[in-house]
Nanobody
Framework: QVQLVESGGGLVQAGGSLRLSCATSGRTISNYAMGWFRQAPGKERELVGAITRGGGTPYYAASVKGRFTISRDNAKNTVYLQMDSLLSEDTAVYYC????????????????????WGQGTQLTVSS
């Protein structure tokens, strides 16, 4: 079993940048496909982006494409979400998620495909 802990959230002005980290423990993340999700008040949890176990080209939701970047450092057992040009509508609790997979190129885009979740970190973007 893997434990996920997000960090790096906070308050930032619109147009600013922030980097979230998702540190894992318990198992090496090199065997896991990873994803970032977010949930705003009164809304369903939605996919922000996903990255394969092999670290190939990530997938991004249309709302963040070109502004957010997902990366992973398997040696540090950490996944990152770099967020630039932040908008007020990016305000949400951000979660990282993981699923063990034997397929290096597998991208997981649905909430139900993830087995492990972090506790979330709040991002607030002020306009």
């Amino acid at each position: 079993q893997v434990q996920l802990v997000e960090s790096g959230g906070g308050l930032v002005q619109a147009g600013g940048s922030l980097r979230l980290s998702c540190a894992t423990s318990g198992r090496t993340i090199s065997n896991y496909a990873m994803g970032w999700f977010r949930q705003a008040p009164g809304k369903e949890r939605e996919l922000v982006g996903a990255i394969t176990r092999g670290g190939g080209t990530p997938y991004y939701a249309a709302s963040v494409k070109g502004r957010f970047t997902i990366s992973r450092d398997n040696a540090k057992n950490t996944v990152y979400l770099q967020m630039d040009s932040l908008l007020s509508e990016d305000t949400a609790v951000y979660y990282c998620a993981a699923t063990e997979t034997s397929f290096t190129g597998r991208l997981l885009l649905k909430t139900k495909e993830y087995d492990y979740w972090g506790q979330g970190t709040q991002l607030t973007v002020s306009s």
